[in-house]
């Protein structure tokens, strides 16, 4: 649907980003996302995708957290009413994207439960205990459990620019669903202090019941 003469306003300064451009507006706002995570540490990158205009957003948080979910939909249909944010639940919706924030193993579990499955088109992971590691995981690629044991291995403590990596993952999941890059690659980018390495991931999944 074409953008409205509101619309083109309020992302004014994001439409003229190169590789942005009207179209990919329009794709952020008919896209499907899940984030999953702790509520505090999603909270961030939530904001980042809502002002974005991503359209449709659904949290996946521990129970714990739960309760946090009704200040976090005011807020951001504050910030953006383009934009509904709703729990997760069981769906056969199909998601272009889901982020997956683990901090903590409770985190973890429910980056375990989600990363396979089969109507997830897109996959981005951020580690934010050492080593930290961000992985972007495209279709056919793997799943997190394919891709690499230690995406979803326990938690050890936070490293301290955990903020800085889910933002940077954040960053990543944007690109994916805006069609920033037109094959994009799946790789993993581990952090060792401000030095950053990419590997490839080639191997494909193996996981029953998922196929991407």
Do not use: W
């Not at 994001?14 to 009207?22: A, D, K």
């Not at 739960?66 to 976090?72: C, G, I, P, T, Y």
């Not at 934009?83 to 889901?98: K, M, N």
């Not at 581990?190 to 999944?205: E, I, K, L, N, Y």
Request: with cysteine; hydrophobic share 40%; glycine share 4%.
């Amino acid at each position: 649907m074409p953008l409205t003469d509101a619309q083109i306003e309020r992302y004014s300064r994001q439409i003229i980003v190169p590789r942005i451009g009207g179209r990919a507006q329009e794709r952020l706002l008919n896209a499907k996302m899940l984030i999953a995570g702790e509520a505090q540490q999603v909270e961030q990158s939530l904001a980042y995708l809502v002002g974005a205009g991503v359209g449709s957003i659904r949290l996946a948080m521990p129970q714990a957290d739960r309760s946090a979910f009704d200040r976090l939909k005011k807020s951001m249909r504050e910030l953006n009413p383009d934009v509904t944010t709703q729990l997760d639940e069981a769906s056969e919706e199909p998601i272009d994207v889901a982020l997956l924030i683990i901090g903590s193993d409770a985190a973890r579990d429910l980056a375990d439960r989600r990363c396979t499955v089969t109507n997830l088109r897109a996959c981005v992971v951020a580690r934010l205990d050492q080593p930290a590691k961000i992985a972007v995981l495209t279709s056919p690629s793997s799943c997190p459990r394919c891709a690499d044991a230690s995406l979803l291995a326990p938690v050890g403590a936070r490293v301290a620019d955990a903020d800085f990596v889910a933002m940077l993952a954040t960053a990543e999941a944007f690109k994916l669903l805006a069609g920033y890059h037109e094959n994009p690659l799946s790789v993993i980018i581990d952090f060792d202090g401000h030095q950053t390495r990419s590997r490839a991931v080639t191997s494909p999944c193996t996981c029953p019941n998922n196929p991407r």
